[in-house]
């Protein structure tokens, strides 16, 4: 079995696809829960799934996964491209996942508010469950994923020659011919046989 290396694209690709499907599955858990005392909740508990408190963490999840899956097909250049869109939305999905686990309270005062018809936050009592702190991982390692591929990039290989339509084919004594689409691109029938039969 050949040993995965950390630039080598199956590596890559594997640790970005794990972690974009992790951040993708933890949408909708439940992120924070807490209480709030309002006027119009009354005491009561609340519960805020990823989608509720960070909003942008399933688009994101989306970009980083397909960007990380066209590095796989494309050329060297939008390969580049492609592993530079996956480490923004790594940092970008960090940044926004940091917010709720570094500040619970806050993430939920906002759903907590809506759900009272206001704008702004109310105070809660507010923890975060594990899942911030698992997607905090999986944003890590989605930006390792990118740097490793941006090292890696330029020793990996596209699809290969073997997806490509040969353009000719073998004729008689080992020359090269044009292939049937050859001969239809130039307004031949390749149907047609020129030999004749002679008796």
Do not use: N
Request: include cysteine; proline fraction near 5%.
């Amino acid at each position: 079995m050949r040993r995965l290396r950390p630039t080598g694209k199956p590596f890559v690709v594997l640790l970005a696809l794990v972690a974009s499907l992790v951040l993708l599955a933890s949408g909708g858990r439940t992120w924070v829960s807490g209480t709030v005392d309002d006027a119009v909740l009354g005491a009561s508990r609340i519960d805020a799934t990823g989608t509720e408190v960070a909003s942008g963490v399933v688009a994101l999840a989306l970009v980083a996964l397909a960007a990380a899956v066209a590095s796989t097909t494309s050329g060297p250049v939008l390969r580049r491209i492609t592993l530079a869109v996956v480490a923004l939305a790594a940092i970008a999905e960090g940044f926004v996942v940091a917010q709720v686990a570094f500040d619970p309270s806050g993430a939920l005062g906002s759903v907590a508010a809506r759900s009272a018809g206001r704008t702004g936050t109310l105070e809660t009592h507010s923890t975060a469950t594990a899942w911030p702190w698992v997607d905090l991982v999986a944003c890590v390692l989605l930006l390792v994923a990118a740097v490793g591929g941006w090292v890696g990039a330029p020793g990996w290989r596209g699809l290969g020659a073997r997806y490509e339509t040969p353009t000719t084919t073998a004729g008689p004594r080992g020359q090269r011919v044009g292939t049937d689409w050859d001969r239809l691109d130039a307004g031949e029938d390749p149907t047609a046989r020129d030999d004749t039969r002679t008796t």
